[in-house]
């Protein structure tokens, strides 16, 4: 019988790809090198591979200490430096769940995200203890751990310093290749934050795709600054995609402000940076107005997380030598999704057609697949005209979300994955006949405000508590440094004066970041309303957006 299976030997090895694997590489051939992280008090200190993951080996022991797991979460609530990366390779490595906290959610969001995430150790800067303090009643019953400069901690929190040099390495486990090992929290369209966990393959796959000449083209001999910080999106995935190539790396620390960023970048002759747009418009914004810094090492900017303008992209090669690389993604899609390197035909071609392209989303990543589907259901044609919402598949994409109903049965039908297990992006695009992916709108709720969420509908409904507003739509209106920000449409409640800004953002203080208020507010007679009732906040859009 032809179809009878043969008996397979020979077979290649199933090595599991996890962190554990990941990292022993770059301890074994790149444990000397540089590590620089920018602390607290602004002092940067010098590290090295080796040191780091002693220390993660250290952490690791500890948690085990304190109970700890394989599969409990550890929280962190900190900003990008050394012994926030320790977690971020000690955490996974030794087979429990990092639970990197965005701290810049509001405290309801991220009592939700801590709630159920359910977890067991929470780690946070001393500078952000008090910014944690909302939610600090939610785990009186777990340790905290504290990382300060100085020792001092508060009361009944544990020393970072002291715990770790109280433990002795622990070598690191070989968890399951399948198992979760990364936890984000992301902003959802409605309701709370979702939390999105990604298993160690998917970050091992993430990793050494992103390395690739054609994504980042990064290397043993690059110098990576991540000016995003790393609770976004895995840190962009970059620390582990550093870690396979043995990259050397500069954490920022909580500063990403333009003036602290170029003198790292100078100083510590950085080839690759990444940043949401806002960063790249602050820093350019610098450049101009202090001439004669040498960015001459630095090869590649990235550029994601909202959309980057091609007049930021011309600006920065016509006046300062740089190439900005443009990207898609989402925390659900690890997040590189699609990436605009400029194709080798158009190497040749004037720098507006490459600017052009450069100002797209780009083309997939390996192993990512993408597809648009129109309002009617139908698959759009790759014609960079025909417009639909974008759905992407790949090995570290999200399949559900963490703590969800549906986790874990693949034929989850919701609102943001397909029948057939394709994710739903939320973001509508066009596609050209090369790949090339152009956002050009957002079905999804949503205002991204310097590259972090405000969440239209919960603004909506706290403002509708105002006596004097009937009807609100918070819709997003473009801004060239901050990409996007809120503007509240409102129709007055009968028998009362019409509110002012100032009288929203009274009612907003204390229950809204500062940050989530709205710039502008305009009074309508009625909100435009489609036949099901929902508001037509796109045509809101074009009515509210300044002429461009
Ligand atoms: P987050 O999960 O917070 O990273 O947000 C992901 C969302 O950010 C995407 O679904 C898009 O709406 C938006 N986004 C990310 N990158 C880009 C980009 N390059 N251009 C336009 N929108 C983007």
Redesign the pocket.
């Known amino acids: 019988d032809a179809r009878r299976p043969i008996a397979v030997v020979g077979l290649t090895m199933d090595i599991p790809l996890t962190t554990a694997a990941l990292l022993r590489r770059v301890d074994t051939l790149f444990a000397h090198k540089a590590i620089v992280s920018r602390e607290a008090d602004g002092r940067l200190v010098r590290t090295t591979y080796g040191a780091c993951l002693a220390e993660a080996r250290r952490l690791a022991a500890a948690m085990r200490a304190l109970g700890v797991r394989p599969g409990d979460r550890v929280a962190t609530f900190c900003w990008s430096h050394a012994r926030h990366l320790q977690a971020f390779y000690g955490i996974p490595a030794s087979g429990a769940i990092l639970h990197m906290l965005n701290v810049r959610l509001p405290a309801d969001d991220l009592a939700h995200a801590i709630t159920e995430a359910d977890d067991s150790v929470v780690i946070v800067d001393a500078a952000l203890w008090e910014a944690f303090a909302p939610v600090r009643h939610l785990i009186t019953d777990r340790p905290f751990v504290v990382i300060s400069d100085d020792g001092d901690v508060p009361a009944g929190a544990i020393d970072h310093t002291s715990l770790l040099a109280a433990h002795e390495p622990h070598e690191f486990p070989e968890p399951d290749e399948r198992a979760g090992a990364v936890l984000c929290h992301?902003?959802g369209t409605t309701g709370r934050p979702k939390g999105?966990l990604t298993s160690h393959r998917a970050l091992v796959l993430h990793a050494l795709t992103q390395a690739l000449p054609d994504m980042l083209d990064l290397s043993e001999r690059s110098t990576v600054l991540a000016a995003a910080h790393l609770f976004?999106?895995n840190g962009w995935g970059l620390p582990f995609s550093c870690a396979l190539v043995g990259a050397s790396q500069v954490l920022p620390g909580a500063r990403l402000d333009a003036a602290g960023l170029v003198e790292l970048l100078e100083s510590e002759r950085v080839t690759h940076t990444a940043g949401v747009?806002t960063i790249a418009h602050d820093l350019l914004a610098w450049l101009d107005a202090h001439p004669g810094h040498d960015l001459s090492r630095l090869r590649t900017m990235l550029?994601?997380?909202?959309?980057?303008p091609e007049a930021t992209i011309r600006a920065y090669d016509e006046r300062h030598g740089v190439r900005l690389l443009?990207?898609?993604?989402?925390?659900?899609?690890g997040?590189l999704?699609?990436l605009a390197r400029v194709p080798s035909e158009l190497a040749d071609a004037p720098a507006d057609a490459q600017y052009a392209w450069q100002a797209t989303?780009g083309r997939p990543a390996p192993l990512v697949e993408i597809r648009a589907r129109a309002e009617d259901g139908t698959l759009v044609p790759w014609d960079s005209a025909a417009a639909g919402e974008l759905e992407v598949r790949g090995p570290w994409v999200a399949s559900s979300y963490f703590g969800s109903p549906v986790a874990g049965r693949p034929q989850a039908v919701n609102d943001t994955w397909t029948a057939d297990g394709w994710l739903r992006?939320?973001?509508v695009v066009t596609i050209g006949p090369t790949g090339a992916v152009s956002?050009i709108d957002?079905a999804?709720d949503?205002v991204?405000s310097g590259?972090?969420?405000i969440r239209s509908a919960a603004l909506e409904a706290l403002l509708l508590e105002h006596a004097s507003i009937a009807e609100v739509a918070i819709v997003a209106v473009p801004h060239d440094r901050w990409g996007e920000r809120p503007v509240a449409i409102i129709v007055v409640a009968p028998g009362h004066e019409a509110p002012t800004l100032h009288d929203l953002h009274a009612h907003l203080a204390d229950r809204v970041p500062r940050w989530w208020r709205p710039d502008t507010l305009t009074i309508v007679d009625t909100l435009p309303r489609t036949s099901s009732g929902k508001v037509r906040k796109a045509l809101l859009r074009q009515e509210v957006s300044p002429p461009r």
């Open positions: 992301t902003s999105v976004h999106a747009p550029v994601g997380g909202a959309a980057l443009h990207s898609w993604g989402m925390t659900e899609t997040p999704g699609t989303q992006t939320g973001d956002v957002r999804k949503l991204k590259g972090e969420w």
